[in-house]
């Protein structure tokens, strides 16, 4: 099950979050900046799947744009990686100019 | 007041500040702003103003003022408003907050309204937050619409009704029915859906599952994925070249629920399985995605072994692959298949041992894992290279795990005992002092049973602590060691290595700058104070360097090392003639495994094991000292035949039934090569070196019987009483042949009754030279807790004259002295 989906730029600015379960918002702050610090610290030829307390981070760099799915165990890490760039395509799609 | 900034200015301004400082003050003036024309109650702006709302809410700041305006939204009649409201709703409003039951009635009505974009507004916003007193409000109407002809509305639907279901369980079977039909749609969105939903239903409850495995729900899925697989290119659908890879990793994922643990559901999938497995193109990233699926499917259901070895290969092309994200996935699900197809997987070995090189640290992780799996005892020595060669460059993180599992590995296949002490020298050298504390006791229990090895141990820990002693492990395995076998070590015998000349004083240099060293733990100052001492046995020349340490030491502050020096003081002092029995060498000792019991009860339950003596192994290390049967308690060798038999046949006196505990475990009479008694575990063994209470072990002038005398055969029994424990009593028994003809094959055996306890050790010889020119002896100890008056009944069994002798006996007459 996804946990969370975000988008975070490389200085840590959230772009976008969506959580699927309930956290705090001041918890919300903090996770994001672990996230991304450990997303920052990989370097590019590192596999795209982290273990991070007790579910897997999935994330993808486009640009200076970090795409992070938080999933738990029952679901397939690569799927999700092509969700996410599913996404991408869509935004790109409709917005034309990502 | 001028209208409110749009989102869009809002977004553009917050973007424009450098610091967080900056943004916190623009977004705090906005907020302001916004909460002032929320209480001007003005419905024009009301919903850019959640908009703007809503995205500070996402940047992190407190947004619960505009809950209520989002319920006003909602109730609203224009769309526009309603989006946001609904949207707001979903974000800022969950279950926690009162508020929200008052859109019940908001989504009642938005769900029947005549715009089906309303109506899936008010779907989504149910199926995101809706709790559980909502979704029994609504499960009816969210029923009717999963029913609809209206693709949009249908899966919208479907997905709502997963969210009731969560919240809900009792609810399920209400959409039962409904199901029916839902997999007959053309609408990929509306399959997917479906398809989440039965797997949602098929998770929570068994008896969906089985009403669905009946109903022939496989088929259909089969049919399903089969038109995705074959059916031409599909614009709508494509993803690099696949037909909407996630449909078909849903579907597989339905598969592997409802094949598992059933044969007829799993037999219908083997062909579109292998179908998969074999058709789709792994050049992209999607393709190796849907065959990940397929495998974890394969390998949970019950798939026939060809299909598993497809599997397991298809595993194997993912470990060659350049795409870290493939290898790891392939790593993983090799490990979780490794306990049920261990063959297959060996293949591959030669993969995984080389991802033990690789950069990324989740792949050497699992790597590791997986190695450890795969070893087994003919590949041992090659993985063993590669695991120790992985232990020197993996990160610190590691290394505590590596080293366990290679201790592990090491103890299970090691095909000699050099190789395996050599394999334990080199962790500890590499990675010493992360080494588990568990790990020190179980390697001198694994030296000290290496008997034939001592001196090439020795001499290789010496030569390993003489550079650099700072790994706590290894120094106190070397110190314990150098301490039991020094006089190995000087002497310069070793067959197996180039003997190095070490005098004695070097040995010693060495350790005291063990104890003098500031990084030395106390637990390894301990270790060396003792070994030490046990040299002054071992050692000709250098007592008095000795002594003079071990006084030093009884002022030091630390209790321990304090406490230790003083007893070795008085030991020096006044019991310099037990000093050599006292300081002998280690028995080999029984292995406490886990598995199965091989050990015989710890008879006269010492809580000290007060003296660790010995009776050195019979392949004769110390041919010198020979059983010093006073203090002989652990006779522990390999070669004990006897057992003493309970005789149960014969009908209990009224003592109750002579029992014997050590008879527990053999009871057909005949011999069995005896597992050495148990002595307590060895890092308690080590505790009983070091805290020791001298044995004062008096003779107290108990007279000695004559417990049986018959056909030319005498045994007489002495007797000791311990001071320390009062309720052991140490009997040496000694058998005498008066006749003409030597007694051969001599077995003692003896029972006592329940309230007492019995150990046997080793006799002297089973031979009994005639003409009373010599004797056997053998020690028996009898822990007799409740003081109660002493019986044994005793069995003779040898060889006289060319015939088979066997006598039965009661000893009655033991002198009260030997259990008051």
Redesign the interface.
Known sequence: MIKFFLMVNKQG??R??RYYE?VE?NK??MLEAEVIKNCLSR?K???????YKDFKLVYRQYAALFIVVGIDHTE????V???IH?FVEVLDKYFSRV | MPAPIRLRELIRTIRTARTQAEEREMIQKECAAIRSSFREEDNTYRCRNVAKLLYMH???Y?AHFGQLECLKLIASQKFTDKRIGYLGAMLLL?E?QDVHLLMTNCIKNDLNHSTQYVQGLALCTLGCMGSSEMCRDLAGEVEKLLKTSNSYLRKKAALCAVHVIRKVPELMEMFLPATKNLLNEKNHGVLHTSVVLLTEMCERSPDMLAHFRKVGLVPQLVRILKNLIMSGYSPEHD?SGISD??LQ?RIL?LLRILGRNDDDSSEAMNDILAQVATNTETSK??G??IL??TV?TIMDIKSESGLRVLAINILGRFLLNND??????ALTSLLKTVQTDHNAVQRHRSTIVDCLKD?????KRRAMELSFALVNGNNVRGMMKELLYFLDSCEPEFKADCASGIFLAAEKYAPSKRWHIDTIMRVLTTAGSYVRDDAVPNLIQLITNSVEMHAYTVQRLYKAILGDYSQQPLVQVASWCIGEYGDLLVSGQCEEEEPIQVTEDEVLDILESVLISNMSASVTRGYALTAIMKLSTRFTCTVNRIKKVVSIYGSSIDVELQQRAVEYNALFKKYDHMRPALLERMPVMEKVTTNGPTEIVQTNGETEPAVLETKPPPSGLQPANQANDLLDLLGGSDITPVIPTAPTSKPASAGGELLDLLGDLNLTGSPVSAPAPQIAQPPFLLDGLTSQPLFNDIAAGIPSITAYNKNGLKIDFTFERSNTNPSVTVITIQASNSTELDMTDFVFQAAVPKTFQLQLLSPSSSVIPAFNSGTITQVIKVLNPQKQQLRMRIKLTYNHKGSAMQDLAEVNNFPPQSWQ
């Open positions: 600015q959230t976008l979050s309930h918002v919300r702050t370097s030829d590192q596999c795209s799947f982290i273990e397939n890490e690569m799927a990686y092509e969700l599913n | 996402m940047l992190g407190p969950d926690r993803v890879p996630f990793v994922r990233n999607v190796n995605a990940y699926e974890l870290k994200n493939i290898r790891y996935v950069l990324d640290v989740s792949i």
